[in-house]
């Protein structure tokens, strides 16, 4: 018996012959439809197409997953800050600048809702929690002393061991990069 894998690759194959149209060529007319919802697309498919629910299916999960797999770095850091959470741009900015100079090795890995800092492995997360405020969570270690403004991470985000919160670019100072490069150097 096939795969679900196999069975997806043979329907693939004969998209061409069933539908009238390649995957790619779907993949385009589903693109300039706009829809992003799987069922809207389906459902369009279908109706506006004649394509059997099984191909249609196919096709808007593919589309959907083209998508977003050519969702860009750029693309996800635009989007966190978007809206609302626009103003906190300028916080973000200047955090990445400073450290991004720490050295050639840092790699910003923008997610869908934080970005993450690397170097060997995470060292800290940037992200815009509420449309005030900026988190900064860091890669210090359990065993690392809090103060006021650098607390325990508890719930925030079991990736990091502390936060910091940020709403205003003046608090980018010295004093929260010696916290990013000590994370980066422990990285």
Same mark, same amino acid.
């Given at each position: 018996?096939?795969?679900?894998?196999?069975?997806?690759?043979?329907? !693939?194959?004969?998209?061409?012959?069933?539908?009238?149209?390649?995957?790619? /060529?779907?993949?385009?007319? =589903?693109?300039?439809?706009?829809?992003?919802?799987?069922?809207?697309?389906?459902?369009?498919?279908?109706?506006?197409? &004649?394509?059997?629910? &099984? %191909?249609?299916? +196919?096709?808007?999960?593919?589309?959907?997953?083209?998508?977003?797999?050519?969702?860009?770095?750029?693309?996800?850091?635009?989007?966190? %800050?978007?809206?609302?959470? *626009? @103003? +906190?741009? *300028? !916080?973000?900015? *200047?955090?990445?600048?400073?450290?991004?100079?720490?050295?050639?090795?840092?790699?910003?890995?923008?997610?869908?809702? %934080?970005?993450?800092?690397?170097?060997?492995?995470?060292?800290?997360?940037?992200?815009?929690? /509420?449309?005030?405020?900026?988190? =900064? &969570?860091?890669?210090?270690?359990?065993?690392?002393?809090?103060?006021?403004?650098?607390?325990?991470?508890?719930?925030?985000?079991?990736?990091?061991?502390?936060?910091?919160?940020?709403? @205003? =670019?003046?608090?980018? @100072? @010295? $004093?929260? !990069?010696?916290?990013?490069?000590?994370? %980066? $150097? &422990?990285?």
């Amino acid at each position: 018996m096939a795969t679900p894998e196999e069975m997806a690759a043979s329907m !693939i194959q004969n998209l061409p012959e069933k539908t009238g149209k390649d995957l790619a /060529t779907w993949r385009t007319v =589903v693109a300039d439809s706009g829809l992003e919802k799987h069922g809207q697309i389906v459902k369009m498919l279908k109706s506006e197409h &004649g394509v059997s629910h &099984g %191909y249609a299916n +196919l096709i808007a999960h593919e589309a959907r997953r083209t998508a977003a797999s050519h969702a860009t770095d750029e693309d996800l850091l635009t989007t966190q %800050y978007a809206g609302p959470k *626009a @103003d +906190l741009t *300028a !916080i973000r900015d *200047a955090i990445l600048t400073r450290v991004t100079g720490f050295g050639d090795d840092v790699e910003v890995a923008p997610k869908k809702t %934080y970005a993450s800092l690397r170097r060997t492995r995470q060292f800290a997360i940037v992200q815009p929690s /509420t449309k005030t405020r900026v988190d =900064v &969570g860091l890669n210090l270690g359990s065993d690392h002393p809090t103060t006021d403004r650098l607390e325990a991470s508890g719930s925030f985000n079991a990736m990091v061991s502390h936060r910091v919160r940020v709403t @205003d =670019v003046e608090q980018v @100072d @010295d $004093e929260l !990069i010696g916290w990013l490069r000590e994370a %980066y $150097e &422990g990285a």
